[in-house]
């Protein structure tokens, strides 16, 4: 009896954990891993809520410019006198490219001011507010022969349009 136990014994043999083919998987996956995250961006944009501060002797509503996209227009207003100018939608959508040439005349009237406030109806699509936002920030500007970017009103506060 003790001869068929021990011969039990000696037919098992240790298990070894072949591990060639996750080594092989990880030689082809890590650099591939590595070369696609250099492509990859990831671009983040501060944005504030518009706050109920109170205004400082410095800051006075009507410095305070707010962007409105409507359906059917877009309407740059102060806080205090109203409304600066109604842009009506061009045949192809909102017209950017008026509200960015009104937005260098504010510009150079208030040539210290940096914030602005995006006022959006509920039913805007995404890429109407991303292109309003970028109109607000800056526009591009021919030096030399060479595109460049000058600033409008880079900080950007974000919320729901009046009813």
Do not use: C
């Amino acid at each position: 009896m003790l001869r068929s136990i021990a011969r039990r014994h000696r037919r098992k043999e240790t298990a070894e954990m072949n591990i060639t083919a996750f080594m092989n998987l990880m030689v082809i996956l890590v650099p591939f891993l590595l070369i696609t995250a250099v492509f990859s961006r990831l671009t983040i944009l501060q944005l504030n809520l518009p706050g109920e501060a109170t205004p400082t002797t410095e800051q006075t509503d009507e410095d305070t410019f707010e962007v409105i996209v409507r359906k059917d227009q877009l309407q740059v207003v102060t806080r205090r006198t109203g409304l600066l100018k109604a842009i009506p939608n061009a045949p192809a959508g909102y017209d950017v490219v008026a509200l960015t040439d009104f937005l260098k005349q504010l510009k150079a009237r208030f040539p210290e001011k940096t914030d602005a406030t995006l006022l959006v109806e509920a039913e805007t699509s995404y890429d109407t507010v991303v292109q309003i936002m970028d109109s607000l920030r800056a526009y591009t500007v021919v030096e030399d022969g060479k595109p460049r970017m000058a600033e409008l009103f880079p900080d950007i506060s974000i919320g729901d349009a009046p009813t």
